[in-house]
């Protein structure tokens, strides 16, 4: 839990209002059009020199032909995840208050610039507050990026485990819904455990959208970034898919 200044509120903001619509309706159980940073590659035409119909219709095949194989090559390149998998992969995350689940979610699609992060944040640890924010909004990277700059134990957390970072931002831009059920489904299971609860620090909620009922993690302090720190294996119990092999902060049984 760290208190931040008015700046690095206003920087947070920032990196927020980019997905705010986005990543807070998905934690809610809404699913608008999914996150991508790149565009789908176009189908590559195969110049032919045909005379009449015949040379139009061969060409028309060919560009079906190759549209179906990039379409074939995109598709397989996706490593589909299953239930039980996203599960685990987001059971590190899952119990962060929306706004910062958002935000983390949307920060893992950019595995190097967390690292470039990590190292510029080693490099500058007397920027504080103003400064820091200033500093930062200099760098070339993504607003989702610099607003984790008042937030260095989580960016950490990020950098060190940057395979497990990487493919969760991976399986965001894949399976944005199933990521947002995922994490609804280990939510439930922390709340059923008694694990989740209403504290000094957070306000959880139940609440129906579409007809589902989501649970829903405020601070109770807008004013204050609250970072919650455990082990999946207290809070959720035995997992079906084993856990990330990632460092997890001491957590009392």
Excluded: H
């Amino acid at each position: 839990m760290k208190p931040v200044s008015r700046q690095l509120r206003a920087l947070a903001q920032v990196g927020r209002a980019l997905f705010c619509l986005s990543g807070a309706y998905l934690v809610l159980g809404g699913v608008p059009g999914a996150v991508s940073q790149e565009k789908a590659a176009p189908a590559q035409q195969q110049p032919t020199k045909m005379a009449g119909d015949a040379g139009k219709k061969a060409s028309a095949d060919t560009g079906k032909k190759a549209a179906a194989d990039t379409g074939k090559k995109a598709t397989d390149s996706v490593q589909v995840r299953t239930p039980e998998q996203l599960d685990a992969m987001v059971a590190p995350i899952a119990l962060y208050p929306d706004e910062l689940l958002a935000q983390t979610l949307v920060a893992s699609t950019y595995p190097l610039e967390i690292v470039q992060l990590q190292q510029w944040l080693a490099k500058n640890p007397g920027l504080k507050d103003k400064a820091l924010a200033d500093s930062v909004a200099k760098q070339p990277w993504d607003p989702s990026i610099q607003s984790m700059a008042p937030l260095p134990d989580l960016v950490k957390r990020l950098g060190d485990d940057i395979q497990w970072t990487t493919e969760l931002g991976n399986a965001f831009l894949a399976q944005q819904a199933d990521v947002m059920s995922a994490v609804q489904r280990m939510r439930k299971k922390a709340k059923d455990k008694g694990t989740l609860e209403t504290n000094e620090q957070q306000k959880v909620a139940t609440q129906v959208v579409e007809k589902k009922e989501v649970i829903v993690i405020q601070p109770q302090n807008p004013e204050v970034i609250y970072v919650p720190s455990y082990s999946p294996a207290v809070v959720y119990g035995p997992p079906v898919y084993p856990y990330p092999p990632i460092y997890y902060p001491y957590y009392p049984p």
